[in-house]
């Protein structure tokens, strides 16, 4: 009986495998083909697939080796992706384990530029409507750059060669490397933050020309979103002519080398004074014009009649002040005259008239008035008390309650308070109220109910 075959468990197999594997397949590989599936798990680990006409490669790339990636990769890129094969045992399936990715036909670095790019445009980062003005005379300027770099001192050269009279304000930064975009955007916030203390007008912030790798830092999101955010104007000096960064686009004001940083920030100080002298030659023809046409003005007024002879126009106010209070006084005169004359003609119309007399005969007739209305008075009050005692006569007569002096009586219902006229306005056990002459009443019980005869 032969030998019997040995057993392997699965995870043996796998480890066989593996090893195969190992042994048969070079050490590092690099694979062209189209992104799909891809995941960026929060662990910071990137899973995906790699696919051509033929078939699918699973793929994953640590998070370590992930963060030095500087663009997005997304599903449908074309791709070259560096790495190693190795058989995942506990999933039993092989996958290549990436260490380095890059773009097919582009550079990652320009790709990554560019998908920023069309990010923060999207958000309106590079918009005119949010860049600040820059301060047309400026006094105080903090720069932002390498302090051992040329730039500084390009920066400083082209400042106090156009305007010498403004303070620089130098805060060393990395401008390349690793983290040194968050080194600038911190530098940035904190310059902001104690600006009230600082009082920079302007903010430049750059450094010489070199690769795009070299000026990576000034593509990076983070120092984009502080310069946007900065309160200071920002002016953007990086690179050469050629060079544009996303600092650039964002800042609101680019110079495209570090010395013509001077020309953007500061005026000339030749072109500003050149522009007073002109400004005080022209203020100097129209003052010696405005003091021309004064002197001309005053020459005038002096040769009018009111400076010959200045009394002359007080005198013609005096005299018709005379000339008013005399008239004043005539019409004085006659109205006084005239009220006279009328008051004499009153009073000889009240002497012919004698008052005296017309008084006594008017308090004769007023007291033949008063008697003959007294005696009218007392025969309409007489007549008014005869008719008064015939209508109480009359009423007296009609009172229902008046027959109760001659034996009758009123009965009513207590519940209902109807005068009870008829069997029908009681029932058993009603009570009832008899009322009687003087007010007397007698209160009583329905206990039988007997109808007479017909």
Same mark, same amino acid.
């Given at each position: 009986?032969?030998?019997?075959?040995?057993?392997?468990?699965?995870?043996? !197999?796998?480890?066989?495998?593996?090893? +195969?594997?190992?042994?048969?397949?070079?050490?590092?590989?690099?694979?062209?083909?189209?992104?799909?599936?891809?995941?960026?798990?929060?662990?910071?680990?990137?899973?995906?697939?790699?696919?051509?006409?033929?078939?699918?490669?699973?793929?994953?790339?640590?998070?370590?080796?992930?963060?030095?990636?500087?663009?997005?990769?997304?599903?449908?890129?074309?791709?070259?992706?560096?790495?190693?094969?190795?058989?995942?045992?506990?999933?039993?399936?092989?996958?290549?384990?990436?260490?380095?990715?890059?773009?097919?036909?582009?550079?990652?670095?320009?790709?990554?530029?560019?998908?920023?790019?069309?990010?923060?445009?999207?958000?309106?980062?590079?918009?005119?409507?949010?860049? @600040?003005?820059?301060?047309?005379?400026?006094?105080?300027?903090?720069?932002?750059?390498?302090?051992?770099?040329?730039?500084?001192?390009?920066?400083?050269?082209?400042?106090? =060669?156009?305007?010498?009279?403004?303070?620089?304000?130098?805060?060393?930064?990395?401008?390349?490397?690793?983290? +040194?975009?968050?080194?600038?955007?911190?530098? !940035?916030?904190? %310059? *902001?933050?104690? *600006?009230?203390?600082? @009082?920079?007008?302007?903010?430049?912030?750059?450094?010489?020309?070199? =690769?795009?790798?070299?000026?990576?830092?000034?593509?990076?999101? %983070?120092?984009?979103?502080?310069?946007?955010?900065?309160?200071?104007?920002?002016?953007? +000096?990086?690179?050469?002519?050629?060079? %544009?960064?996303?600092?650039?686009?964002?800042?609101?004001?680019?110079?495209?080398?570090?010395? @013509?940083?001077?020309?953007? +920030?500061?005026?000339?100080?030749?072109?500003?004074?050149?522009?007073?002298?002109?400004?005080?030659?022209?203020?100097?023809?129209?003052?010696?014009?405005?003091?021309?046409?004064?002197?001309?003005?005053?020459?005038?007024?002096?040769?009018?009649?009111?400076?010959?002879?200045?009394?002359?126009?007080?005198?013609?106010? &005096?005299?018709?002040?005379?000339?008013?209070?005399?008239?004043?006084?005539?019409?004085?005169?006659?109205?006084?005259?005239?009220?006279?004359?009328?008051?004499?003609?009153?009073?000889?119309?009240?002497?012919?008239?004698?008052?005296?007399?017309?008084?006594?005969?008017?308090?004769?007739?007023?007291?033949?008035?008063?008697?003959?209305?007294?005696?009218?008075?007392?025969?309409?009050?007489?007549?008014?008390?005869?008719?008064?005692?015939?209508?109480?006569?009359?009423?007296?007569?009609?009172?229902?309650? =008046?027959?109760?002096?001659?034996?009758?009586?009123?009965?009513?219902?207590? @519940?209902?308070?109807?005068?009870?006229?008829?069997?029908?306005?009681?029932?058993?056990?009603?009570?009832?109220?008899?009322?009687?002459?003087? &007010?007397?009443?007698?209160?009583?019980?329905?206990?039988?109910?007997?109808?007479?005869?017909?």
């Amino acid at each position: 009986m032969g030998k019997a075959a040995k057993t392997y468990t699965v995870s043996e !197999v796998n480890t066989l495998v593996k090893a +195969a594997l190992e042994e048969m397949l070079p050490p590092r590989l690099i694979v062209r083909g189209e992104i799909t599936d891809f995941k960026h798990h929060v662990s910071g680990h990137c899973y995906f697939s790699l696919k051509d006409e033929g078939g699918i490669l699973p793929c994953v790339m640590w998070a370590s080796k992930f963060r030095a990636v500087k663009f997005s990769p997304e599903d449908g890129m074309a791709v070259l992706a560096k790495g190693h094969i190795d058989v995942y045992t506990a999933g039993g399936k092989y996958q290549l384990y990436v260490d380095k990715i890059e773009p097919e036909g582009v550079g990652a670095l320009q790709l990554a530029f560019e998908q920023m790019v069309k990010t923060l445009k999207a958000e309106g980062l590079f918009e005119d409507e949010y860049k @600040k003005a820059i301060p047309q005379y400026p006094e105080r300027i903090g720069i932002l750059t390498s302090e051992s770099g040329a730039a500084v001192h390009d920066i400083q050269d082209s400042i106090h =060669s156009r305007w010498p009279c403004v303070k620089l304000f130098l805060y060393p930064v990395p401008v390349q490397g690793e983290g +040194a975009a968050e080194q600038i955007a911190a530098a !940035v916030r904190n %310059v *902001n933050r104690r *600006n009230s203390r600082l @009082k920079l007008d302007i903010l430049i912030v750059g450094r010489g020309g070199g =690769s795009l790798e070299d000026l990576w830092a000034f593509n990076e999101e %983070v120092l984009a979103r502080a310069i946007f955010d900065s309160t200071i104007p920002v002016i953007s +000096a990086v690179g050469h002519e050629v060079d %544009v960064t996303i600092a650039d686009l964002v800042a609101d004001k680019r110079a495209s080398t570090p010395t @013509k940083a001077g020309v953007v +920030a500061v005026p000339d100080m030749e072109e500003v004074l050149a522009q007073l002298a002109y400004f005080e030659t022209r203020l100097g023809s129209q003052a010696r014009a405005e003091l021309q046409m004064c002197a001309e003005t005053l020459r005038t007024i002096l040769a009018s009649a009111v400076f010959r002879n200045p009394l002359m126009p007080v005198r013609d106010r &005096e005299q018709q002040l005379d000339e008013l209070s005399a008239k004043l006084i005539d019409q004085t005169k006659e109205l006084l005259a005239t009220a006279r004359d009328k008051l004499h003609r009153s009073y000889e119309q009240i002497v012919r008239i004698e008052p005296h007399r017309l008084l006594g005969k008017m308090a004769v007739d007023l007291n033949d008035l008063q008697n003959r209305a007294r005696a009218a008075m007392g025969a309409i009050s007489n007549s008014c008390c005869v008719e008064l005692a015939a209508v109480d006569n009359r009423l007296a007569a009609l009172n229902p309650k =008046s027959v109760l002096g001659r034996g009758y009586s009123i009965t009513t219902n207590k @519940k209902t308070s109807l005068v009870v006229r008829s069997l029908d306005d009681v029932q058993m056990g009603d009570e009832l109220i008899t009322e009687l002459a003087r &007010e007397h009443k007698i209160e009583s019980k329905v206990t039988h109910k007997q109808e007479g005869q017909e």
